[in-house]
């Protein structure tokens, strides 16, 4: 019976560890970067499953309000990433509302505790504005332990 409780334990807490990282692949393409992370954060591909990002690729014409068209070579390079690496766990691949991760189950119920007040800081402005709580959003780790909401 030890030894399950331990094993259990073990089990949790790696279940726990590794829902909180999210990494950005080594392998990302330059252009992922570049085009991407030029108006945002280059949000990991875990963030989202296949269908989200197979929506936001194929709508870059109207993205969230601005056009963020790409030519074509560059537009399925990064489509074929995003989609080789999207989430696969159902817990973050479960389809996004309006294909916002801010609208997902796991987003909403992983900031459940934070105020309406908190996310129109001036520091903070939005819910995609990951890195101005979480330390190390860019390197797609959102572990608690590294969470600083500003105060202003």
């Known amino acids: 019976m030890k030894h399950f409780f331990l094993l259990t334990l073990l089990l949790l807490l790696s279940t726990s560890a590794s829902a909180d ?12 970067d570049t085009e991407c992370a030029s108006c945002h954060m280059a949000y990991p591909p875990g963030v989202l499953g296949q269908k989200n990002w197979q929506n936001i690729m194929s709508g870059l014409d109207k993205h969230f309000g601005t056009d963020a068209s790409l030519d074509s070579k560059t537009q399925t390079e990064i489509t074929q990433w995003l989609l080789k690496n999207a989430a696969t766990r159902q817990k973050y691949s479960a389809l996004a509302p309006e294909n916002r991760a801010t609208q ?28 101005a709580c979480h330390v190390d959003a860019i390197k797609g780790i959102f572990n608690d332990d590294n969470v600083r909401i500003p105060k202003k």
Do not use: G, Q
Not at 21 to 32: Q, V
Not at 104 to 129: L, Q, Y
């Open 21 to 32: 990282k999210m990494a950005m692949l080594s392998d990302a393409p330059k252009s992922y």
């Open 104 to 131: 997902s189950a796991w987003f909403i119920r992983e900031h459940r505790e934070i105020s309406a007040e908190v996310w129109t800081r001036d520091s903070i402005k939005s819910r995609s504005n990951c890195m």
